[in-house]
């Protein structure tokens, strides 16, 4: 029996960009082992966190997330040697820059997680979701998507005035 | 900014004039070079624009004064695939500009051994040339030159032997800024690039005039898949402005030429001297005027922080 699902006035969308090898195997584990997690979290499968560029995360955000999740394999367990050393570099600089534009970093999180972790992605996954919960939804990128120019509206006295004239 | 602007000592670059021309007249008299880029004066009073001599006459041509803004760098990669047929390339250069042609050097984009630097002894250039017969002083100066640490490029074929006045003490505009907008909260910076980015006009000035915006195709150009919404309005600026200074961290030279070619006025360097200022901290990488064939995200240590992932 599954337990009574709580209800909450906003479930937050997730997207956990994930590796193949060790994330999404984890992911799957946790899912053949009958363990709960929320079911706010969207599963997108890469063949390595060194493929997520940092662009994903942005679109995502654009595209209405309200959090973000990379999760790949610990450092040393990459199936290409590799890629996550270099994307843990990337992502350091990325979360300073989105720091530094403005946007919480509470929305942005990342974690090693192991195809043996299953254990380890719900609590992953819950500790996001509960925090982006509690943050609300991730406003900032979809009001830039609504708004206009502002060289589109006239703004000033003088322009006004200069419309009114014509 | 200080209360009052004092006046800083350009004389050096009447000798440094002197000494590009009897070069570049050398060089095409012995045929070391088939061109030069370099500056030479333009049609307003004090004001200097980029020339490509491909003779000893033009030599006369060149000079170096403050107004001397441009990075030549960036003639360099669009042309690169011309280089080894033709012969050795002259290029004019302040110490910010080697560091930017190191850094494509690096990138396996220019070959030492197609140019020879005319490396400039240089003091300070103009902020802004939209009043090119300024003076220079504390005020006019270039951000970027305020807190310079390669007024005399090293490495280079050519450097005119004079002595470079005293520098005098300027406070980091960009550290400044840099640190009272870490100060705000997110939502404040948000807010403040919110209306930086608003101003863009997508022109792709920055994009053209930077040496490092070398793609034959950009990711911002491509529509399968469109990452990066093309129309000049605040979503696709915002992710444009984020996306440049994601490409530009670890490679960005520090010539500001975004900043300066910017016709909305956005602070660009601003956010690629950020991510410079981060990647010192975290990885202990600077541009400077060695040539290395890995930067700080395109290499890796075991022992990198990852204090920030679970």
Known sequence: MHPENQKHDFEPKIIAFVCTWCTYAGA?????????????????????????????????????????????????????????YHARRR????????????????RLAFSWVSAAE????????TDLTEKVRAMGPMVEFKALALEEQWSGAIDTPELQEAYDAI | MPLTSQPIDTSIYTTITAAIRSEASRLFTAGEVVAIIGYAA????????????????????????????????????????????????????????????????GESQLKREDLYLIGIPCNGVLGSTVQPATALTTESIASKCCDCNSHLPTGCDFVPNVALPPGLQMES??????????????????????????????????????????????????????????????????????????????????????????????????????????????????????VNDKGPLTMFTEKDDQSFIK
């Open chain 2, 173 to 290: 505009r960009y550290s400044v800024e840099i640190a009272r907008l870490e100060a705000l909260t997110p939502a404040e910076r948000w807010a403040y690039w919110k209306e930086q980015f608003a101003k863009c006009i997508k022109c792709y000035a920055c994009r053209q005039v930077c040496p490092f915006c070398f793609c034959e195709q950009c990711l911002c150009d491509r529509n399968k898949p469109q990452m990066v919404d093309t129309t000049p309005r605040p979503a696709g600026n915002t992710a444009w402005h984020i996306v440049r200074a994601m490409h530009l961290a670890g490679r960005c030279a520090g010539c500001a030429e975004c900043e300066r070619v910017c016709p909305m006025d956005i602070p660009l360097n601003l956010l690629n001297r950020k991510m410079a200022k981060e990647l010192k901290e975290l990885y202990d990488y600077e541009a400077g005027f060695e």
């Open chain 1, 91 to 106: 992502f350091a600089a990325f979360r300073k820059l989105l720091e530094f534009i403005g946007v919480d970093l509470g």
């Open chain 1, 118 to 125: 299953g254990g380890k992605w719900v609590e992953v996954v």
């Open chain 1, 28 to 84: 799957d584990l946790a899912g053949t082992s009958r363990m709960q997690y929320p079911a706010n979290v969207r599963v997108l499968k890469f063949p390595c966190t060194g493929r997520i560029d940092p662009v994903f995360i942005l679109k995502a955000f654009q595209q209405g997330a309200d959090g973000v999740l990379v999760s790949g394999c610990h450092p040393g367990d990459c199936h290409y040697i590799a890629g996550n």
């Open chain 2, 42 to 105: 333009a049609r307003r009073v004090g004001s200097a624009q980029p020339i490509i001599i491909t003779n000893a006459a033009d030599a006369e041509k060149l000079i170096f004064t403050h107004a001397c803004v441009n990075n030549l760098a960036v003639y360099l990669t669009k042309a690169k695939k011309e280089i080894p047929k033709t012969g050795k390339i002259g290029v004019v250069v302040k110490g910010c500009d080697l560091k930017a042609l190191v850094g494509l050097m």
